[in-house]
């Protein structure tokens, strides 16, 4: 049987170490990336922030979780009372409206990709819901309800899991569709491409505290590393605003090397350029959000 929604309208915000749920009921109806998300694709198993790639999925990473410390996404809510999909009732798939939706409770969460090989959630890893007439036990919500979803660990973020985990989160929808008038026809389904496209990414004690991140206030290098560098540079910035930021990279005599535009997000940020054909020797780079420049050396051997 072919099933395949095409909209449900959630609507999506992320906070590291949020410690409960405020509903908002005037959230807008569309799905929106968590506060803080960043986009990655997962290329031979690697993170990467490069320009996109066609033939790799875009994927949108929640705010890094570090190892030893605390860890929660919190995830608003809004189901809709109606929405259409794609639905086999036996004489091939076939686009039906206005279905009316009884309730959307969350299947399972697994891992679909990790950066590590991993096909299991990292320990301790967990969710829970809120909101409407859900339950931690049950994660259900009708037509119309609003809440949140709370993915974290319920203690420290435990040690060997640094690495890029992409999740899954499966939803089993119950629904009715008018068929005829007077006629409703019961549909369930287990929904398994529509929030398959968030990453959680868990870095090492002591590459960046959670401190560093949320306090980034100003646009500031964090660091640029390794340096000297061989084969790759690791930019890691703060910025106060969303905006467009240019870097861009010269050599001693003052010839640009490599430019890129970057869409920044609000706090950390992190950029990793190749440096493996450039030659050996000092570079400038320097970093502009349009209202303040950022001007750094960097030696490639």
């Known amino acids: 049987m072919i099933k395949h929604l095409y909209f449900l309208t959630f609507s999506l915000c992320s906070l590291v170490a949020f410690s409960q749920c405020d509903v908002n009921e005037n959230q807008a109806p569309f799905l ?48 809709p009372n109606d929405t259409s999909f794609v639905y086999d009732l036996g004489s091939g798939p076939q686009l039906f409206e206005n279905v009316q939706i009884n309730s959307i409770a969350i299947n399972s969460v697994v891992i679909s990709e990790s950066s590590t090989g991993a096909t299991d959630l990292p320990t301790g890893f967990s969710w829970d819901c809120v909101g409407g007439s859900a339950t931690p036990s049950e994660c259900t919500w009708a037509g119309g309800d609003y809440g949140c979803i709370s993915f974290g660990f319920p203690s420290e973020v435990p040690a060997g899991f640094v690495g890029a985990h992409r999740l899954n989160v499966l939803l089993d929808v119950s629904a009715t569709y008018e068929l005829f008038p007077g006629v409703p026809i019961p549909i369930d389904l287990t929904v398994d491409d529509l929030l398959n496209y968030y990453v959680l990414v868990i870095s090492e004690a002591g590459s960046i505290s959670i401190e560093e991140i949320s306090d980034l206030r100003n646009f500031e290098l964090i660091s640029i590393a390794p340096n000297p560098s061989d084969e790759y540079i690791n930019i890691q910035y703060g910025n106060n605003t969303e905006d467009k930021v240019s870097i861009n990279m010269y050599d001693i005599l003052g010839n640009l090397v490599l430019s890129h535009d970057y869409h920044s997000i609000f706090g950390y940020n992190e950029i990793v350029f190749d440096t493996s054909s450039l030659l050996s020797g000092i570079y400038t780079i320097t970093m502009s959000n349009n209202l303040e420049s950022i001007v750094e050396r960097v030696i490639v051997n």
């Open 32 to 79: 929106a990336d968590p506060e803080g998300s960043y986009t990655v694709q997962l290329i031979d198993g690697e993170v990467s922030l490069e320009p996109l790639m066609a033939g790799y999925d875009t994927l949108t990473a929640l705010p890094n979780a570090i190892e030893g410390s605390l860890y929660e996404a919190v995830v608003g809510v809004r189901i």
